[in-house]
């Protein structure tokens, strides 16, 4: 997708075509998260300056909770406080959100943890939490004019791109590395003819991406050149667990990280909510989860540094491995300001955490998640969360995606003939 930006103009201009008035809600510019430096609405992500990365900057109009609570169960509730025209309810989406912040009390009384919920993203309709950053992203493409929706994913992002895309008729095409489970794949290829598998991790799928989006006319990357749009989706996790608490925030919050976008823009929507008078401004302390062996910002926070060292990933949680994650740096920041922490565990504890969440409060996480709830465990367990503090950890995906992890670990325990006789001596109770 090629654009032409012009700072003080009203409109932006993408292959001459005109966006309509309102395209993007209350979003007023891309600002740079770097040196401040503005410029239009419209398919860039870098500082033409600095070449810093930009997040979208809004005038926002005075909103209120009733307002919100008369909107639709599910992200466009929220639509006021994101980069969408005012009708897009009307718009063919696959309206994610809303989903369940369910009260923990088996996983609370097992960690010792006084308050803890889950905040329970797989029943999104690709069951991740990536449906919500893709309806902004399509919501964007489609002002933008795109011919081709398309995206860099690990497996979750390919899964809610390509559905979004079908329903809203716009040709998809999805690059994933090549060794990725195979259920993941599957979830794709059913929504779409272009799934692409590429030889490499992550990081040389994303730089394809790349490459085609600056060759390509017409292409929309949801996560390269529509990204600063994308991200904003992400908010909105942060936006429904204040509201299901009661609207308040919760004292701590334990997200997982890949880019580290997620977790950056939960805490964007915190900071809204507190400006806009939504939320009494309460401290709360923000935790980074991920998996040792793909651990960069965990290790660049353990070591006291800013600087975030790629690492080429090797471990069962292919969703979260990304070697060289954009939102590395800002992970950091937030951490370290809000007196959290970013921790890393096994891929044999990310397995214990996925059947900790299964077998305490009967839901079945993928390996993102596996990662989250083993990292509270350890986070308890070291010290570095105060179990007394209501406490929220966000799982971002269904197990169902990350059979493999577990398959081997996990089956009948006895196989008996059909009677009581054989029953009673198996000694299954």
Same mark, same amino acid.
């Given at each position: ?40 609405? #419209? ?15 809004? @005038? ?47 996983? =609370? ?11 329970? *993203? ?10 919500? +950053? ?20 690990? !497996? ?15 040709? $998809? ?11 993941? &794949? ?16 992550? @990081? ?9 989006? =600056?060759?390509?006319? #017409? ?16 908010? $909105? ?20 990280? /890949? ?21 009494? @401004? ?14 960069? +910002?965990?290790?660049?926070?353990? /070591?006291?540094? *800013? ?6 990933? @090797? $471990? ?35 397995? &214990? ?8 409060? #009967? ?5 993102? !998640?596996?990662? $989250? ?30 059979? *493999? ?11 008996? *003939? ?10 299954? +109770?």
């Amino acid at each position: 997708m090629t654009a032409v930006a012009d700072n003080t103009a009203t409109t932006t201009t993408t292959s001459a075509h005109t966006l309509r008035e309102g395209a993007f809600g209350n979003a007023r510019a891309l600002a740079c998260r770097e040196c401040g430096h503005e410029v239009e609405l #419209g398919p860039f992500y870098a500082c033409p300056e600095c070449f810093g990365p930009l997040e979208v900057s809004y @005038d926002f109009p005075v909103v209120t909770r009733e307002e919100i609570a008369a909107g639709p169960r599910n992200i466009w509730r929220y639509k006021a406080l994101l980069p969408v025209p005012d009708d897009i309810e009307q718009s063919k989406n696959t309206e994610p959100g809303f989903t369940r912040l369910l009260k923990a009390h088996n996983l =609370g009384r097992e960690l010792g943890i006084d308050n803890l919920w889950v905040k329970d *993203d797989s029943t999104n309709p690709t069951n991740s939490f990536k449906d919500r +950053v893709v309806a902004c992203a399509l919501s964007a493409a489609i002002e933008l004019d795109a011919k081709v929706f398309a995206c860099p994913s690990t !497996g979750n992002l390919a899964n809610a791109v390509a559905a979004a895309g079908a329903r809203a008729g716009i040709k $998809t095409v999805v690059f994933i590395p090549s060794n990725l489970e195979k259920p993941k &794949q599957v979830n794709s290829a059913v929504y779409t003819d272009n799934l692409v598998a590429v030889n490499g991790n992550y @990081d040389d799928v994303n730089k394809l991406a790349s490459e085609i989006a =600056g060759e390509e006319e #017409g292409w929309a990357f949801v996560n390269v050149n529509v990204r600063p749009f994308y991200a904003e989706g992400s908010k $909105t996790l942060g936006y429904e667990i204040a509201e299901q608490l009661g609207w308040r925030l919760p004292e701590q919050v334990v997200i997982p990280v /890949a880019s580290g976008s997620q977790l950056t823009k939960v805490h964007k929507a915190f900071q809204e909510l507190i400006s806009l008078g939504l939320v009494e @401004d309460t401290p709360y302390k923000v935790y980074g989860a991920q998996a040792t062996g793909c651990s960069p +910002v965990s290790v660049a926070y353990k /070591a006291g540094v *800013d600087a975030i060292r790629p690492v080429k990933p @090797d $471990t069962i949680a292919k969703s979260l491995a990304i070697g060289n994650p954009a939102d590395g740096i800002y992970v950091l920041d937030i951490c370290r300001e809000t007196g959290g922490a970013v921790e890393d565990i096994s891929d044999d504890e990310v397995r &214990q955490g996925i059947l900790l969440l299964a077998r305490t409060e #009967g839901i079945f996480t993928e390996t993102a !998640g596996g990662t $989250t709830v083993g990292v509270l465990k350890k986070l308890v367990e070291t010290g570095q969360l105060d179990p007394t503090l209501e406490t929220v950890v966000i799982n971002t995906g269904m197990g169902l995606k990350t059979l *493999d992890a577990v398959s081997d670990h996990v089956g009948p325990r006895a196989t008996i *003939d059909p009677s009581y006789g054989a029953f009673t001596a198996a000694g299954i +109770v």
